[in-house]
């Protein structure tokens, strides 16, 4: 099996605010179909009140991301399925439920992690 990474940037939602529960519930009802289906391995949303910090190997920090990356923020979840057809399906499911395109990626099959 393999895991997928499904995802949305914050600014993607262009969900008026008295619609917002409803997307909440909808979203919920997806994730927890996925854990009943046994699929489900982690997600949640990125806090935007606590700034990324990139860590050196020797420690150091510095507040910010990599200056080549743009932000990172919104949510996501990672779903370990049979197939890229089937990950497309659930990143429909999520599509439809926050009312936004969802970005799919496959993870790299790494034994050791």
């Known amino acids: 099996m393999t895991k ?6 914050a600014s993607a939602m262009d969900v008026p605010a008295e619609d917002m529960p409803a997307v909440s519930d909808a979203s ?8 009943a289906a046994g699929v489900y ?13 990139v860590v050196a ?9 990599y200056p080549q990356t743009r ?3 919104g949510g996501f979840c990672v779903l370990e399925l ?9 990143a429909a ?3 439809a439920a926050c009312r ?3 970005e799919l990626r496959e993870f790299y099959y790494d034994p050791d992690s």
């Open 4 to 9: 997928f990474l499904i995802s949305f940037p």
């Open 100 to 102: 936004c395109a969802q």
């Open 57 to 65: 190997a020797d420690g150091s920090r510095t507040t910010g991301t």
């Open 41 to 53: 391995v982690f997600g949640g949303g990125i806090n935007s009140e606590v700034a990324p910090v």
């Open 28 to 35: 919920h009802a997806v994730i927890r179909e996925a854990k």
């Open 71 to 73: 932000e990172f923020d």
């Open 82 to 90: 049979p197939s890229r057809a089937d990950a497309v399906q659930w």
């Open 93 to 95: 499911r999520l599509a």
